[in-house]
């Protein structure tokens, strides 16, 4: 009976599938978490004597608006990064 359900093509098909869309979700999130490591770095390489000076909370929003730009920019295309990840995994499904 276990014989059977592994072996049918639709069970096979749709956990493929569901793996390709983790792993695209996966290393979409990768590449928004490398973005936002180099927008901080970035960000430490500028003085901080801004308009907003450099209170806690300045520290807090910086690295919130850091994160979500990174977010944004890597779900809508990124740098090629995630993209180039999932080509290079997806094979091993």
Known sequence: MLKEISS???VNRLY????????KK???EFESL???Y???SSRTAIADDGAVGNSNE???IKSM??????LGVSKG????LGKMLFEQLRTSL
């Open 77 to 80: 295309g990124g740098m090629g």
């Open 34 to 36: 490398f973005l936002t």
């Open 26 to 28: 996966a290393c979409t």
């Open 58 to 60: 300045s520290k807090m």
């Open 8 to 10: 049918n093509a639709g």
């Open 16 to 23: 493929k599938e569901e793996s390709t869309t983790g792993l």
């Open 38 to 40: 180099l927008l901080k």
């Open 65 to 70: 608006f850091d994160e979500n730009l990174a």
